[in-house]
């Protein structure tokens, strides 16, 4: 089963040929995580999608609350019978009609859920490995910092990954910076210095990142900046790890040559399964 604007159908719903997030990418989506029917940092997720749906131009209904949203959601996790641990993506697209330009801005939205095997957060992958991406880069630009229908260069990168037998890649910038992974947040420790890219490099405005930020900040041994990390600078690091909602944190392991500690990744990992179970 789906959510389609509200109404529960079945999963085989099928949307047409003239849907304008597949002719055109014009759709944005939120990944949330459901632990005990309750939607894991669910204002932030909120927010940020009303700021993306402005930017992008889309007209946000004066139904299309944080309250109607919630309930909508958990009404499908309810059904389908998993919302002690769940994955959601919530999408909201254009309605079709048009070509670039669109006939008018009004919006549908399409709910989908499955089950989480987890309700605490873990480190999947004991060893994990990654490279550079260099065959297309992230622009330094609004748009890369939003969740929208058009992600090929995280594509392309995960099946370069797949390709060169890497558990996933980093993306660089026109400035040849290193802003992410093809499937979270970068973060970077070097010494006692906690470093991620900030949103003007580029990189995805997560919302585990602004929680991995806000946790680290209470570990008094740490220092946490916002700053522009370049290749050179990972074979210097201690750490490296990935954040997005569903994983959590996911620890690099190896980079080329250069293997890494997994210290820090789990002091946070406690810290973030203690505050979603409290």
């Keep these: 089963m789906i959510n ?11 949307l047409t040929v003239s849907n304008r997030s597949f002719l055109y990418g014009d759709g944005i989506f939120e990944t949330l995580k459901i632990v005990n029917n309750k939607i894991l940092f669910f204002e932030d997720h909120y927010f940020r999608l009303m700021a993306s749906m402005r930017i992008v131009r889309m007209e946000i209904s004066m139904t299309f609350t944080m309250e109607y949203l919630e309930e909508q959601i958990l009404k499908l996790v309810g059904l389908l019978a998993i919302q002690d641990s769940a994955r959601v993506r ?17 919006i549908s ?21 990654v490279d550079l991406y260099k065959d297309f880069i992230v622009p330094r630009q609004l748009l890369s910092t939003l969740k929208t229908a058009n ?26 910076n290193v802003i992410e992974a093809a499937n979270g947040n970068l973060f970077m420790l070097m010494e006692n210095k906690l470093i991620t890219p900030p949103i003007s490099e580029g990189c995805l405005n997560g919302i585990m990142r602004k929680q991995i930020i806000s946790l680290a900040k209470q ?8 700053d522009a990390i370049s290749p050179f600078d990972l074979q210097k690091a201690d750490e490296l790890f990935i954040t997005n ?9 190896k980079y ?15 810290k973030l399964n203690a505050l979603i179970v409290a």
């Design 4 to 14: 389609f604007n509200g109404v529960i159908q079945d999963s085989d719903l099928q």
């Design 90 to 106: 919530f999408t909201v697209f254009r309605n079709e009609g048009g070509f670039y330009l669109p006939n008018d801005n009004s």
């Design 109 to 129: 939205f399409v709910i989908q859920a499955s089950k989480l095997e987890n309700i605490r957060y873990k480190i999947s992958k004991i060893q994990f490995e």
């Design 151 to 176: 992600k090929i260069t995280h594509v392309t990168a995960s099946i370069f990954a797949k390709e060169n037998q890497l558990d996933s890649t980093l993306l660089i910038n026109e400035i040849k």
């Design 219 to 226: 570990i008094d041994s740490v220092e946490v900046i916002e």
């Design 245 to 253: 909602v569903i994983v959590g944190i996911q620890p690099i392991t």
């Design 256 to 270: 080329r040559k250069k293997e890494f500690e997994v210290r820090l990744a789990n002091q946070l990992l406690e």
